[in-house]
Each structure stands twice: as C-alpha cells, then as structure tokens.
C-alpha cells in the first residue's frame, strides 16, 4: 500500500539549517504523472504548501519561501528531500511529505496520501 | 494571509446539513479539493477535482465550485464528521490552501 514517512530533526537552531527526507512506499516517482509534495502547518493550524518535484524531475516552490527551499529526490526515487535554510521561530510546525497524481487529461487530482508529519521546533 | 478564505467555524446538529464555503479570485476556474482533518491526525483528501469523492468516502459529502466560490456540503452530518476541514485549489503549478473551518456538530 502507498505510504510516505517524513524524518528528520525534531530542534533546529535559529539560522540552522533543516533537511527533512520522505520515504516513499508502495509507488515510484519514476512513474508517470506522480508527485510528492512538502506541506507545513502552523500551531495556528493553518497549512502551507511548500514545494513540489514530479515524475520528470520538475521542481516548483511556494514563491514567498523560493530562495530558502530546495527539493530534491534521491536516483532510486525512493526518498524525497526538503532543505530550508535559515531557520527562525515561525518555522516551527509539523512538515508533511503528501503525494499527487497528475494527469495530461484530466489534470491535477487531489493530495492523496499523505505523511504522519514530522514535528520541527525552532528554538535556541 | 490565506490564498483562500473560509469562515474559521461553521456548526451543524446532527442529521442536519452543513456548508462549508471557499473563496477566491476565479476560483471556479480552478480544480478545487476538500480536506478532513481531526486533532492529532494527517489531513484525508475527501473531495477532488471539485466535485469528486475518493473511494471510501461517505456520499454524504459533495463538493461544488462556480464563479468565485467553491463549497463542501455534508448532507446528514455525523458526529464523526465532526473535525477542520481546509479546501485547497490548483493554481497552474502553485498548492492554494484556505485556512480552514472548524466544524462542530451539536
């Protein structure tokens, strides 16, 4: 079955550094049409849509954050990256790795399958 | 900001319908999601594509999305169906997400 663990630190320093990894189960980025997407949410609750790579290696970023934000896959395509740079305060939440499906007919589904979530404190 | 705008509460009795609604610039020309999500839990995908239900999802819920405004409907709610639901949009490459309504019901 389809399944997505986010790992990775749960405290980061201010000005740090995060790398967050995604483990995929149950499908293949190298299938056409499949992406894995990184979601954060606030202790507000509210969820923000970080970035996105497909199937064909394209990479799309949340334009506010683009500058602190690579994603990345590992060449099994089992594993899916997140680094921010400079970390602060206001990234504290709980980071998602969540997979879509995109067709050229029918276009974007929905945010299918989603992660556990990993939760990320910053704080000195 | 939200990219979307939703009401933060909406409250329902039970067996009785609720309306969740989602707004933004032309959003009914965007394909629109819904999703549930309850304390302590990852968000589920219950409406796609505006109008449809993955598998094993409860009839009960239907989607619509015209002009600038999308909307969750859950015809007879449940006490179970008590939970945040946040609709989410695809604009060209870019996730849109509202954010969020608590829904009571009682």
């Known amino acids: 079955q389809v399944t997505l663990r986010e790992s990775g630190p749960a405290l980061v320093k201010p000005t740090q550094t995060l790398t967050l990894t995604c483990t995929l189960s149950g499908f293949s980025l190298n299938t056409t049409g499949m992406c894995v997407n990184w979601i954060r949410q606030t202790p507000g609750k509210a969820l923000q849509w970080l970035a996105r790579i497909d199937w064909e290696d394209d990479k799309f970023y949340n334009k506010s954050l683009k500058t602190r934000l690579t994603i990345s896959k590992d060449t099994s395509k089992t594993q899916v990256l997140l680094t921010m740079t400079n970390m602060g305060p206001v990234d504290t939440g709980t980071y998602f790795c969540a997979r879509n499906e995109y067709s050229a007919k029918s276009g974007y589904g929905g945010i299918d399958f989603w992660g556990q979530g990993a939760l990320v404190t910053v704080s000195s | 900001s939200n990219d979307l705008t939703q009401p933060p509460a909406v409250s329902v009795s039970p067996g009785q319908t609720a309306t969740i609604m989602c707004s933004g610039n032309k959003l009914g020309e965007k394909y629109t999601c819904w999703y549930q999500q309850k304390p302590g839990q990852s968000p589920v995908l219950v409406i796609y594509?505006?109008?449809k239900r993955p598998s094993g999802i409860p009839e009960r819920f239907s989607g619509s999305n015209s002009g600038n405004t999308a909307a969750l409907t859950i015809s007879g709610a449940q006490a179970m169906d008590e939970a945040d639901y946040y609709c989410?949009?695809?604009?060209?490459?870019?996730?849109?997400f509202g954010g969020g309504t608590k829904l009571t019901v009682l």
């Open positions: 989410q949009a695809w604009d060209a490459y870019r996730v849109l």
């Open positions: 594509q505006d109008t």
